[in-house]
């Protein structure tokens, strides 16, 4: 449809009309199999039913055809709905979640799946995905660092852009492809104590230099849609916060496109206590810019009113409605409502083979070998017990991965059979444990164990690690102990596990390789003293099984980079690497009285962020710098129109693999500002890359390093960059000291 007869259709519909094109009500009102993900403060009537513009959580070619049809033929002026679905980290075919995707450190991994969780979705009728998220996320006690990439803006902004290129497409019109929402707008992820839903108090400085980035990037790739946060920013709701949402996002990121709330935030606004009651909180909503009001009765109760009392003007409201109505015709909807929704297609796509042989590499790559003690793995015995409740657990998924179905999850115990059933190796099974205390409250109305015998399970799985010579404890959080609303204050492995863990390593003389599944860094305790080795497994997916005896078995050498840092005690959180170094600084060796310090734990994560290992070693030599000078206004002076005409430092290192197999790297450069206008982070990541190298082999890894790298949010209130000396450093890790000093002029 042209852009006139857009404009045609808007000012032909009533004031109803359109109104009802910002209202989205749940699934479960049109479709009684449809997902829920929140609560709805009302059941609509019918007249919304049939004007509403967009509904979410429902799926399925059949179910999305029939209810297509029946929209437009009720509706007056024939408009399509818009379908929207949380396609967090999979349809059918379920990938690593996104923070086992960050580990990756690789934008081709978030790309591909991204690409196949559209084409997926797309085949069963879904317009547009609720992701990614790329909320910065610091703090570990927060349920939702799950579906984060991680604690580092840079990485983030990366993996982002690189999901809405997958999702998204070269074009809308492509119907494999589904329109895409960055969410939560904004700093979310600063949540207070990290408890869900709760206030987030940053500095402009903060929140520009370390929260927005990323949220940028994915609005820079073209994402269609933006959604608002839960949270209050500096004590005024996202939903309404104008300057958020008009100045920030509008003005300075120069969005475009379709502004959604977040389930019920408009509405919750009269809760915080910033609104009166829906009235006032829809006003205040649509004049911050909010296009869709997601499952409350807000706009639909209350639009009508404000635009005849003069409070909120048409021309505002036409404004958002077009918004809308562009999204739509983007799609093709007007051409074909269905887009590609079929059945055919549907059965032909998802879960094929070739889609789960991506999402295996996914796994294997996104997996983070912590320690591996005497090369433990890979896995060399000829008796071999997996001990564990992941032993044979089919939801290696996460809550967020709501159209995925558990029963085609490959477990451990699948995976394991298949690799070992036709060679001399014996395996055992053991579930050893509950996976949780009967009396842990997950909320969210996940089902609780049943009281049993944990003593019998620890014997019987004690039997089978004595049998073996190579116990694999497969252990981790719950399903439902990570994502929305499942903030913890202790992020330890449940306590029936770490039963078992510590009735099995007590046997003496035995290896034990620990997995851990998890949606969140966690408190270790002596896990990794007691284990041979330790790899964190994330939340796999469809293919985790597959992914995971992959590494242990060594066909894979385990590439994984933690995307957060694993803490020592949950006292440490929120904790990041990009810290700042304080006027006391904690020193390196001696006496530290008077200094920034824990009296009881170390300053420094107990594996940082970047950090991972491979089955094999790599050397890494000095820094070479190209110049040690870098000139601020060169670019200028000579008119130079593309950043690889400016000026720039090259900074490289040689790596070499010094271990006994090919394995794969990930070198990363960190940029540390001596001295400005705002005191600076110890280290920022620039860039990273990976390098895979056969035994002995070596390589030259070259950085670029320019003067736009270089800018902050200086005391101007603006990104700059400021003359004075720089420290580069490149390593395997965040703790890296491998560096070399340059100076901008």
């Known amino acids: 449809m042209k852009k006139t007869d857009l404009k045609n259709l808007l000012n032909d519909m009533s004031l109803e009309e359109k109104i009802m094109q910002l209202v989205q009500i749940p699934g479960y009102e049109l479709e009684q199999d449809a997902a829920v993900t929140g609560l709805s403060d009302k059941a609509s009537s019918d007249r919304v ?58 934008p081709e991994v978030a790309r591909k799946g991204a690409e196949i969780q559209a084409k997926e979705a797309a085949s069963e009728g879904v317009h547009v995905t609720f992701s990614p998220m790329a909320d910065l996320s610091r703090d570990a006690r927060w349920g939702r660092v799950l579906e984060s990439t991680g604690e580092d803006k840079f990485l983030n902004g990366k993996m982002i852009s690189a999901m809405v290129e997958g999702y998204q497409g070269k074009s809308l019109k492509d119907k494999e492809h589904v329109a895409s929402c960055i969410k939560h707008f904004a700093a979310y992820g600063g949540a207070e104590a990290g408890r869900d839903y709760t206030n987030v108090e940053l500095s402009e400085h903060t929140l520009r230099e370390q929260y927005l980035p990323a949220y940028e990037e994915g609005i820079k790739a073209g994402a269609r849609l933006v959604m608002t946060s839960f949270n209050t920013l500096n004590g005024i709701p996202s939903s309404g916060n104008k300057y958020l949402m008009r100045d920030i996002l509008r003005k300075d ?39 869709i009001d997601m499952c409350t009765a807000c706009y639909s109760g209350n639009l009508k009113a404000l635009v005849k009392e003069g409070k909120v003007s048409e021309k505002l409201l036409d404004e958002a409605v077009m918004r809308v109505l562009e999204l739509k015709n983007d799609l093709g909807l007007f051409e074909d409502p269905f887009r590609g929704a079929s059945v055919e297609k549907s059965l032909e796509v998802c879960l094929c083979d070739e889609h789960r042989k991506v999402a295996r590499d996914a796994v294997r790559k ?53 690799l070992f059933g ?157 810290h700042y170094n304080t006027g006391r600084p904690k020193p390196l060796e001696g006496a530290s009285i008077f200094s920034s310090r824990y009296l009881d734990c170390p300053n420094e994560a107990r594996y940082p962020f970047g950090y991972g290992l491979t089955y094999s070693k790599f050397e890494v030599s000095g820094i070479k710098l190209s110049k040690k000078k870098l000139s601020k206004d060169a670019a200028v002076a000579k008119g130079v129109k593309k950043a690889s005409e400016a000026d720039h430092i090259k900074a490289s290192v040689t790596v070499k693999n010094i271990g006994d197999v090919t394995a794969t790297e990930t070198l990363q450069l960190y940029i540390r500002d001596i001295s400005g206008s705002r005191v600076r982070p110890v280290k920022e990541l620039k860039g990273f890359e990976k390098v895979t190298l056969a035994s002995g082999k070596s390589a030259k890894v070259t950085f670029t390093i320019d003067e736009p790298m270089l800018r902050f949010f200086t005391i101007n209130n603006k990104f700059e960059s400021e003359p004075g000396r720089f420290t580069a450093f490149i390593g395997t890790d965040s703790e890296t000291d491998n560096s070399a000093e340059f100076e901008l002029v």
């Open 49 to 106: 039913k049939k004007l509403a513009g967009s509904t979410l959580g429902v799926w399925g070619a059949e179910k999305a055809i029939a209810l297509q049809k029946r929209h437009m033929k009720n509706h007056p002026h024939h408009i399509p709905l818009l379908l929207m679905l949380d396609v967090i980290h999979g349809h059918k075919t379920v990938f690593p979640c996104p923070l086992g995707q960050g580990a990756t450190f690789d």
């Open 253 to 291: 990121m120069k969005f475009k496109g379709v502004l959604i709330s977040d389930w019920a935030a408009i509405a919750e606004m009269v809760s915080w206590g910033f609104a009166e009651d829906m009235k006032e909180a829809s006003r205040l909503a649509m004049e911050a810019g909010v296009d």
């Open 366 to 418: 996104s997996l983070v070998l912590l320690e591996n003690k005497d090369n433990a793995l890979p896995l060399s015995s000829k008796k071999v017990a997996f001990i564990g409740p992941y032993a044979d657990e089919k939801k290696i998924h996460s809550s967020w991965a709501i159209s995925g179905n558990p029963d085609t999850n490959v477990t451990i115990k699948e995976a394991a059979e298949e």
């Open 422 to 578: 036709k060679s001399d190796v014996k395996v055992k099974f053991a579930k050893g444990c509950n996976m949780l205390l009967d009396k842990t409250d997950l909320g969210y109305g996940v089902a609780k164990e049943k009281d049993k015998d944990n003593k019998a399970l620890i014997e019987e799985a004690v039997k089978a690690a004595k049998w073996a010579d190579e116990v694999v404890l497969c252990l981790g959080e719950e399903i439902g102990q990570s994502g929305e609303s499942t903030s913890r204050v202790d992020i330890r492995i449940p306590v029936p596990q770490k039963e078992l863990f510590d009735a099995v390593s007590a046997i003496k003389n035995k290896k034990i390789v620990t997995l851990i599944f998890n949606g969140r860094p966690l408190v270790l305790d002596d896990i990794p003293e007691k284990s041979s080795a330790l790899l964190i497994c994330w939340r796999p997916g469809t293919e985790g099984g597959h992914g995971i005896l992959d590494v242990l078995s060594g066909a894979y050498s385990p590439s994984g980079k933690l995307s957060m840092s694993f803490p020592y005690a949950v006292g440490q959180e929120p904790l990041h690497y990009d």
